[in-house]
């Protein structure tokens, strides 16, 4: 397994909109090889927490649909990239899907 957290000097709002975007691209076939991902809002931005399956899959993900989820989304990617600490998980749980949107 592979793991990051990214902490991102960007709007909430950024998150929202390329969540939405990755999610048009992938449609119902999911992203393979991932199997946490966690958002949530600072007081700096946003910090990202992923689990994949291994890197290669979250390298293949970032190379085809991450581009072009960033360009139907139109948030600009320019600027120094935000700050990443990858780490190796020992554990993961994930008994369903939660999505704070949704209805309760």
Not at 20 to 37: F, Q, T, Y
Not at 66 to 78: K, L, S, Y
Request: hydrophobic letters at 45%; zero cysteines.
């Amino acid at each position: 397994m592979y793991g990051y957290t990214m902490h991102v000097p960007a709007p909430a709002d950024a998150y929202r909109a390329l969540h939405r975007a990755v999610l048009d691209v992938v449609g119902d076939d999911g992203v393979e090889g991932l199997i946490l991902h966690l958002a949530y809002e600072t007081d700096a931005g946003f910090d990202l927490t992923e689990v994949w399956e291994s890197k290669d899959q979250l390298d293949a993900f970032n190379a085809t649909v991450f581009p072009q989820a960033a360009a139907r989304a139109g948030v600009p990617m320019e600027g120094p990239p935000p700050e990443t600490v990858e780490f190796e998980p020992i554990g993961v749980m994930t008994p369903r899907v939660f999505d704070s949107d949704a209805p309760a």
